[in-house]
């Protein structure tokens, strides 16, 4: 039993360590530092609220409220998804290292670009107080949307990872399905303001649904839809499990070609 804790709590570690190392070095000989990881959510803000409340007003109610409480858990999914091609490739040294999982590095790309959710959290607070939206005790379902996500992250990074070694353009295609991907979330606007149709058609996109219980808790302070919370765990759990199969699969390989 001690020996199993001690193997955890090295396994913790590592990851940690690794997790800290990605996230010092991306902003190494910067001045500002982790303040540039605030610079994208806040300029996707921006344009949002001039596009759709002065050129085109979709006139939904504290709209920079309405439009953050998604972008952030959006930007957190777009990149991971975005990097995850590489991660493998790009940690070539750790992959090929005896006794390493390279399962790992998925794990510590998704908690790298986490911690810069974390950092942009307080602001969405903060924008939240100014338009007189207080937190309610809703956000007590905040951890399990997170938790969610990061499984279905974690499913289609492991994807991602594999195809990449064999197949260079995934990276690229992966890009272009992400951008796509954003104009089919309801990120810069919501359920309420496309029809009936549209919305069922948007519903089996899981990351919809959890986009669209991330506004429910945060911007309506209100209880989360259970039926889209539940078939966004499920989908998570399929591609985690599809996932992981894939790479049992292909983790021979893996190392003979990378």
Not at 22 to 28: A, E, G, I, L
Not at 113 to 118: A, G, P, T
Not at 201 to 217: D, F, K, T, V
Request: charged share 10%.
């Amino acid at each position: 039993m001690n020996g199993l804790l001690v193997s955890i709590s090295y396994e913790i570690q590592l990851i940690w360590h690794l997790v800290k190392r990605d996230f010092s070095v991306q902003y190494k000989g910067s001045i500002l530092g982790v303040l540039w990881s605030l610079l994208l959510p806040l300029t996707q803000l921006l344009i949002l609220i001039f596009i759709f409340q002065r050129v085109i007003p979709l006139k939904i109610e504290d709209y920079p409220v309405f439009v953050f409480c998604a972008l952030l858990p959006w930007t957190w999914f777009s990149n991971c998804l975005n990097s995850a091609p590489n991660i493998l490739k790009w940690n070539r040294d750790l992959v090929l290292k005896p006794n390493f999982e390279p399962l790992k590095l998925i794990v510590v790309n998704i908690l790298t670009n986490f911690l810069l959710f974390l950092v942009a959290l307080p602001l969405l607070f903060f924008i939240s107080s100014l338009y007189d939206r207080p937190l309610s005790a809703n956000l007590i379902f905040f951890p399990l949307l997170l938790l969610i996500q990061a499984l279905l992250t974690f499913g289609l990074a492991i994807v991602l990872a594999v195809l990449n070694i064999f197949f260079s353009d995934v990276q690229y295609v992966v890009s272009v399905l992400v951008s796509m991907l954003f104009f089919l979330t309801p990120v810069f606007y919501g359920y309420t303001e496309v029809g009936t149709e549209v919305t069922s058609l948007l519903s089996l996109n899981p990351l919809a649904a959890l986009i669209h219980n991330y506004r429910l808790i945060i911007y309506y302070g209100v209880n989360p839809e259970w039926k889209g919370v539940l078939y966004t765990l499920a989908m998570s759990t399929i591609s985690c499990i599809i996932g992981y199969i894939f790479y049992n699969k292909m983790v021979n390989d893996i190392y003979d070609k990378i």
